[in-house]
């Protein structure tokens, strides 16, 4: 069978889409004062409103799978079209010019997890999971962090013991996005407890309903509950269930953290889908020929721009196949570090009318924005973390010194 020429497909994904949902607005008619005046990075959302908006972004995904637009790039196997990432950019692009459902519970499911359960899942997990995950008929979520290890990854200690065809996991994790709207989570747990730290982990695809498996959310300054701590008492996994060979989970988790600073690192610069509201409200305070406001907003866009067009470097490599490496780290540290400039710009604007709610349009909400970005700080690793990243494998400084990776984990000083 002759393969659809770009020009066809984007023919047949613009009649899809003019067919399922409405155009977007122009970003041009945006007026200071009218509207929702909503700027967030975390929602606070209720728990049944956040699974509605769930469910909307999962019918969303359903019907442009069932239209061949689900996984454009995917194998044909687990119901992709096996087309090239061109013809993914082509859709993108055409899609973000309509309204559709938020889709960001997909972030963590189709960004990090399924690409780790096709690079390491068993056969059975593969034709089980791909599928209604590309599909929208399950969202995923990562079970990595735990109380006591966070940029330490390989420092967990949630246990996975072998019984027969099963494992049988119990521990902790925490920050767990997503977990209480996700039916399965990739989750990396100790195998053996008698290795280095990074040689005895291994990672698994976990029931979110099992039996075993308690949620409880967290609740974060902005106000919401996004995240969660995820219990785990004897949950019992099938060991075709296993990402990777056992004690190979520390490449398993690789996988994923590489996605995720693509899923992180790859949007755009920072900040910069809210450069039109700045710019309005520069000028509704008629700030716009004040020097010391012009210099800091030009800073601002300056810096989005250099780091949207790093970034755009480092997509490139990923779309030509090679594994997104260190500069995915820089990718990461630049837009988090461009969203707090934004947030200190606008402090610096608004003022007290920042943080004292006087009903005025477009102030007080600002703060759930600010309130948010320091999470961006911390999440897919944290600034500090990227700088050593950055400092070991771009600039060949010395490794850090603070991570025993020889001793055996159950030697090692907790
Ligand atoms: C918004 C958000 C969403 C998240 N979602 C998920 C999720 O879905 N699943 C999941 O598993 N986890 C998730 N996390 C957890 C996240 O991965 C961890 O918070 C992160 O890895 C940092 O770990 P920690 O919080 O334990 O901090 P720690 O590792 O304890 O760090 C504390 C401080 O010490 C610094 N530090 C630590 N080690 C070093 C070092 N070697 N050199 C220099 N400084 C260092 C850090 O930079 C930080 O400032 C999320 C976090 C956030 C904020």
């Known amino acids: 069978m002759s393969q659809v020429t770009l020009e066809q497909f984007q023919s047949e994904a613009l009649a899809f889409l003019e067919a399922s949902a409405p155009r977007k607005e122009e970003e041009k008619k945006f007026v200071w004062g009218e509207g929702s005046d909503k700027v967030a990075m975390f929602e606070d959302k209720e728990r ?41 950019r082509a859709f993108d692009s055409l899609e973000s010019k309509f309204d559709i459902p938020n889709q960001s519970c997909f972030t963590i499911g189709l960004g990090m997890v399924a690409p780790t359960i ?30 006591g290890a966070g940029s330490d990854l390989a420092g967990l ?22 977990a209480h709207y996700s039916q399965i989570g990739e989750i990396i747990a100790r195998t053996d407890p008698s290795q280095p730290k990074h040689k005895g982990l291994t990672g698994f695809i976990v029931d979110m309903n099992a039996p075993g498996v308690e949620i409880r959310p967290l609740r974060q ?32 988790a690789l996988t994923t953290l590489m996605n995720e600073r693509a899923a992180i690192g790859g949007g755009g ?22 020097p010391v ?11 989005n721009k250099v780091a949207s067009y790093n970034n755009q470097r480092a997509l490139d490599k990923i779309k030509s196949g090679q594994m997104p490496g260190p500069e995915m780290s820089m990718a990461k540290l630049a837009g988090t570090n461009n969203m707090i400039r934004l947030g200190n710009f606008v402090s610096m604007v608004l003022g007290p009318k920042l943080v ?30 990227m700088r050593n990243i950055v400092g070991e494998r771009v600039l060949g400084l010395p490794k850090d010194a603070g991570i025993d990776s020889k001793s055996p984990f159950n030697e090692l000083k907790k």
Not at 278 to 286: C, D, L, P, Q
């Open 293 to 303: 406001v012009r210099d800091e907003l030009a800073k601002i866009i300056i810096h």
């Open 118 to 147: 096709l690079a390491h899942g068993s056969d059975s997990a593969r034709d089980l999971y791909m599928r209604r995950l590309y599909r929208g008929d399950i969202v995923a979520c990562q079970l990595f962090s735990e109380p």
């Open 356 to 385: 004292a709610d006087s009903g005025e349009w477009g102030t007080y909400a600002w703060s759930q924005l600010i309130l948010g970005t320091p999470g961006g700080r911390i999440a897919g690793g944290s600034d500090e973390v």
């Open 48 to 88: 049944t409103k956040e699974q509605a908006d769930v469910d909307r972004a999962c019918a969303w995904r359903r019907r442009k799978f069932d239209a061949g637009f689900g996984y454009i790039s995917g194998p044909e196997a687990f119901g992709g079209r096996g087309l090239s990432g061109a013809y993914q």
């Open 221 to 252: 300054m902005t106000g919401g509950a996004s995240f969660n701590e995820v219990f785990f008492t004897e949950v019992r996994v099938s060991d075709d269930h296993r990402l990777g060979d056992v004690n190979n989970g520390w490449n398993v």
């Open 157 to 178: 200690s949630t246990k996975a013991e072998r019984d027969g065809d099963e494992w049988v996991i119990t521990g902790q994790k925490v920050w767990t996005s997503g």
């Open 269 to 290: 610069g920072g900040g910069g889908g809210f450069f039109t509201r700045v710019i309005e409200m520069v000028k509704h305070y008629g700030l716009d020929s004040d």
